[in-house]
């Protein structure tokens, strides 16, 4: 691990006892063990770092997943239903990963009123819509989904999958659930229903 590692390493840490309000550069210092003028020939402020981390924590968690740029074409021998729900799988597979989580849950406590936070969760949220309008456009080529507000679609999916995952991660920091799926599952059962419906709103079946 890296210096600036180690104080990507140490903020979450700090962040995740205090908030991201309650953490200084020179406690973030403390932290790594070095002084805090060093801190800064690494980022020029907590903004930098918080940034940073999204960037950071995210590749990791989507390396740890196995998670990668899926192909779209190759995916389309299987109908809507198996695809949206395995591309869910994949996302929950970097949303739970233990530090993106714990990342997560620090920036969602705080997004109403630090606008570094809000901006990152914009970041995550226009990544799944732009991820949906790219997957609902190869479905119309594909002849599987109809033609009509294919861009509405889209993004009432996008949102709706996004504030469902809002809500689990709401019911994680208010101590409702231990962890994010159920049953061993990562992808919780009222996101496979919600997919399961939508799928057939959208969908040209050959059952």
């Known amino acids: 691990m890296n210096r600036k590692e180690e104080i990507l390493h140490a903020t979450l840490t700090l962040a995740a006892e205090n908030g991201m309000k309650g953490v200084s550069m020179s406690q973030i210092a403390d932290k790594v063990g070095i002084k805090a003028p060093s801190l800064y020939n690494h980022f020029k402020s907590k903004d930098d770092i918080i940034k ?58 705080e997004r109403t009123t630090n606008p570094v936070a809000a901006q990152i969760i914009v970041e995550e949220t226009e990544r799944m819509i732009n991820a949906s309008k790219n997957m609902f ?34 019911m994680l920091t208010a101590g409702i659930i231990n962890e994010f799926g159920e049953d061993g599952n990562p992808v919780p059962k009222n996101i496979i229903d919600f997919i399961r419906w939508f799928s057939h709103q959208i969908g040209v079946y050959d059952e």
């Open 137 to 170: 456009y190869a479905f119309v080529v594909h002849g599987k989904a109809k033609k009509d507000n294919i861009d509405v679609a889209a993004m009432t999916y996008s949102l709706t999958i996004h504030s469902l995952i809002d809500y689990r991660m709401d």
């Open 52 to 109: 940073e981390m999204y960037l950071f924590f995210r590749e990791q968690a989507q390396k740890g997943s196995g998670s990668v740029q899926m192909d779209i074409s190759k995916l389309m021998d299987k109908n809507i239903e198996e695809i949206l729900l395995g591309s869910v799988s994949a996302y929950m597979g970097i949303v739970t990963d233990k530090n993106m989580l714990q990342f997560f849950k620090v920036l969602y406590s």
